[in-house]
């Protein structure tokens, strides 16, 4: 490897880390939503009404991270608690009127323009980013950190 590919590879590691970080400011400056937030509240917005458990196992975060970004979207009034009826134990996340309007129109994700263009490429393809981007976490001793498949910055729970 000459030290030319070594500089094309960390100008490509830094044109993501800067995409990653520009969407997260233009989704804070239209939304005021950092990208977790949106997830949790598409997720909550197209089941109608959701466990926390569920949200934790549909983003794969963990309970405590899901308790607290419902905490901040029940604070901007996006999304209520409700306790069930039946079980008292239980509560039901659903999400408000201005929830609703939020997400018709909030601003696409990274994620999903990342995951239309990764669904589309061939099998093989996928395979070899997959193990790419494995090698590079590994090279960058980053492959015990926690992390959920959410295209952002800094803590995931802020």
Do not use: C, Y
Request: cysteine-free; proline content about 2%; charged content about 25%.
């Amino acid at each position: 490897m000459t030290e030319n590919q070594a500089q094309d590879a960390l100008i490509a590691l830094r044109r993501i880390l800067r995409a990653t970080d520009l969407n997260a400011r233009q989704l804070a400056s239209s939304t005021g939503l950092t990208p977790s937030q949106l997830i949790v509240l598409q997720l909550v917005t197209g089941a109608g009404r959701v466990l926390p458990s569920s949200i934790a196992r549909q983003v794969h975060l963990t309970q405590a991270t899901v308790t607290s970004l419902v905490d901040k979207l029940v604070a901007a009034g996006l999304v209520r608690r409700t306790r069930d009826t039946e079980d008292r134990r239980r509560i039901w996340i659903d999400a408000t009127d201005a929830g609703r309007r939020l997400i018709e129109t909030a601003p696409d994700l990274l994620q999903d323009r990342f995951r239309a263009g990764f669904d589309a490429l061939r099998d093989w393809e996928q395979s070899m980013i997959v193990s790419i981007l494995e090698r590079i976490s590994s090279m960058l001793d980053a492959g015990n950190i926690d992390a959920a498949a959410v295209l952002d910055s800094g803590d995931i729970d802020r």
